[in-house]
Every structure is written in structure tokens, then in C-alpha cells.
């Protein structure tokens, strides 16, 4: 049981190129989410899915695609990575209504140049 | 509006004294609450939780948190700190019933000295 992994752990990108952040659960978590950590700003919601077919918008969305195909998957798409989206990206996943605690990946460490 | 304030951004304490990180939250509504532990270049863990009940509860590595809802509180305590419980701690809230998204506070640095 893997749990979330994320990949890369590390990713330089220069200013207009697009990229794919990989997620991915083995604990057929119904929920997923991704987060941004900045200094200062502790954590920053995305986007989110309850399950495959369905996404929706957190408090950061601009810039960023999501998906959701299969319940193990959850990637996030930078369309034109700009140095505003240089982070530390977090995906998480929970389970059903009755349980509480969200599942956290290693992260990825982004730098836009 | 919904929001969570961890009002210091470092906690410095001495190896074997308690350690109290200070939590207080405004949410409609009866709140479920968490905290999350961030050690270096790793991802979020889950500590421990209050969704209804005793308003103690104890979670992993010997941590507790004290629910106070006439504070709106929910501070994190150890009664004696270990060196390896430096790292960062996060204060989440989400609402009953409501979706699963949680409100984050901005953490607070725990630096425990040898």
C-alpha cells in the first residue's frame, strides 16, 4: 500500500511551458485535492475532486487543470507556467463522509524561471 | 466567513518541557477540527482530530488537543517535548456536514532545544 505518490519530487520549468503533475492513490479514496505551499501562506486549496468524472475549483484555481479519469488519478496541468507558480505542490486524498483524515504525497518542488 | 489563526508563527521550548501550539477558529456551524504535522521536505501528516465528544482527545506521538468552544479554541499540547517534535504544525477546520474542504491556518514553526 503505497498511499499517495506524487511525481517528480522536483521540477525546473522556464516561464510559458506547460507541464502535467502526477498523483496517484492506491486506497480508492474518493476525494483528492491539490494544494499549494508558500512561504507565509501555509496551504492554498486548487482544485478538488469527490470522485472520478468530477472536479471543481478551490481558492487558487487560475492556471491550473485538473482531471479526473479513474479514482487512483489526479493530475494537475500548469497550461503556461509563469514564476507566480513556482511552490511546493500537494496532493491529498481522503476517504468516504465518515472519515477525516486527508492523506498527503511527498510533494513536488516547482521553480518557474 | 470562515478562518483559522495560528497566532505564532514560532514556538521555542527546551527538551522535556510542555509544549502548547495555539489554535483559534471562527466557523458556523459545530466545527470538526485538526492539526497536521509538516517535518522537513516531507508531506503533511494527520495528528489527531475533534469531531464531537470528549473534548480531549489524544492523537499520535503523544499529542493532545484541548476543543474549547466558548474560546473557539483548539490548542495543541505535549506534556513534555521531544527534540525530534521540531517541525511544522498546521490547524485545520472544516465544517459539519459540509464538503471535506478544510480551512488551513499558516502554521507555526515548533523548535524544541536540546
Known amino acids: 500500500n503505497a498511499g499517495v505518490t506524487q511525481t517528480p519530487k522536483f521540477q525546473v520549468l522556464k516561464t510559458g511551458q506547460s507541464m502535467t503533475l502526477q498523483c496517484a492513490q492506491d486506497m480508492n479514496h474518493e476525494y483528492m485535492s491539490w494544494y499549494r505551499q508558500d512561504p507565509g501562506m501555509g496551504l492554498r486549496l486548487i482544485h478538488y475532486?469527490?470522485?472520478?468524472?468530477?472536479?471543481d475549483q478551490g481558492e487558487v484555481p487560475n492556471g491550473y487543470n485538473v482531471s479526473r479519469s479513474t479514482t487512483e488519478d489526479f493530475p494537475l496541468r500548469l497550461l503556461s507556467a509563469a514564476p507566480s507558480q513556482t511552490s511546493v505542490y500537494f496532493c491529498?486524498?481522503?476517504?468516504?463522509?465518515?472519515?477525516?483524515?486527508?492523506?498527503f504525497g511527498p510533494g513536488t518542488r516547482l521553480t518557474v524561471t | 466567513a470562515q478562518s483559522v489563526a495560528q497566532p505564532e508563527d514560532q514556538v521555542n521550548v527546551a527538551e522535556g518541557n510542555p509544549l502548547t501550539v495555539k489554535c483559534t477558529y471562527s466557523v458556523s456551524g459545530n466545527p470538526y477540527l485538526f492539526w497536521y504535522v509538516q517535518y522537513p521536505n516531507r508531506g503533511l501528516q494527520f495528528l489527531l482530530k475533534?469531531?464531537?465528544?470528549d473534548n480531549l482527545v489524544k492523537g499520535s506521538y503523544g499529542f493532545e488537543a484541548e476543543f474549547n468552544k466558548s474560546q473557539t479554541s483548539f490548542h495543541l499540547k505535549k506534556p513534555s517535548a521531544l527534540v525530534s517534535d521540531s517541525a511544522l504544525y498546521f490547524c485545520a477546520v472544516r465544517r459539519a456536514g459540509n464538503n471535506r474542504k478544510l480551512i488551513w491556518g499558516l502554521g507555526t514553526s515548533l523548535a524544541v532545544n536540546p
Open positions: 475533534y469531531i464531537t465528544g
Open positions: 491529498a486524498s481522503q476517504g468516504g463522509w465518515s472519515s477525516y483524515e486527508q492523506y
Open positions: 475532486s469527490v470522485g472520478a468524472g468530477i472536479t
